[in-house]
Nanobody, 115 residues
Framework: VQLEESGGGLVQSGGSLRLSCAASGTGFSIHRTRWYRQAPGKQRTWVATILDTGTTYYADSVKGRFTISRDNAENTVYLQMNSLKPEDTAVYYC??????????WGQGTQVTVSS
């Protein structure tokens, strides 16, 4: 299983970005997908989760601004980020847990929000 994130970039405060996390490979079924982020000099923190049921969860810091969604046919999960703030600047990582056992991480995508 491989994950590839994309969609990061530089945006002004108040702007929007949509991150993608595409899973490839065979013989797996995704149970849970999560987004994390890591700002410079800080620990990696959880951002959002989507389960195979479609249930979603968000960190308080992004609730109401970020939306996690998925395209099952494409094995892709999205993170729509609106009303971005400078404090959202970080490398964003996606991770999946598969029903067959195991977790996988992507390589990360940089999001930079200028003030």
């Amino acid at each position: 299983v491989q994950l590839e994130e994309s969609g990061g970039g530089l945006v002004q405060s108040g702007g929007s970005l949509r991150l993608s996390c595409a899973a490839s490979g065979t013989g797996f079924s995704i149970h849970r997908t999560r987004w994390y982020r890591q700002a410079p000099g800080k620990q990696r923190t959880w951002v959002a989760t989507i389960l195979d049921t479609g249930t979603t969860y968000y960190a308080d810091s992004v609730k109401g601004r970020f939306t996690i969604s998925r395209d099952n046919a494409e094995n892709t999960v999205y993170l729509q980020m609106n009303s971005l703030k400078p404090e959202d600047t970080a490398v964003y990582y996606c991770t999946i847990d598969v029903r067959e056992g195991g977790s996988y991480w992507g390589q990360g995508t940089q999001v930079t929000v200028s003030s």
